[in-house]
């Protein structure tokens, strides 16, 4: 069974997405306070990607990228890369990697609201 957001993450996540629309798909929000701007978008059919990009040798890299999948019952990360360590992970194939995923993201949601909100 796959683990979604926790519900400090999941109220993030939607304050997030609300910047999107039908007409606006994709938006990169950057308060220029030295971090990373972070890039939403629809990928799919409820399906948002949120990610990081940092640069290597004129080369964007994902710092990281993680997609979710929108249920009714939860917000649930589906896939993680990291450019920057090489790691490139599907959660369909792994629970316990999906389960990994849903904790980082936890984290990662708190960061973003305390650095970028």
Known sequence: ???????????????IVRLLSKERQYVVLDL???????HVEV???????????????GDLMADPLMRFKVGHDGIYPISYRNDYVGV????????????GMA???????????EQQF
């Open 88 to 99: 490139n992970q599907d959660a369909m194939y792994d629970l316990n990697q999906q389960a």
């Open 43 to 57: 990928v799919g059919l409820l399906t948002i990607e949120l990610s990081h990009y940092g640069e290597q040798n």
């Open 32 to 38: 220029e306070r030295g971090y990373m701007p972070l």
């Open 103 to 113: 904790n980082f993201a936890n984290m990662w949601l708190m960061n973003i609201k």
């Open 1 to 15: 069974m796959l683990k979604s957001l926790n519900n400090e993450a999941t109220r993030v996540f939607y304050d």
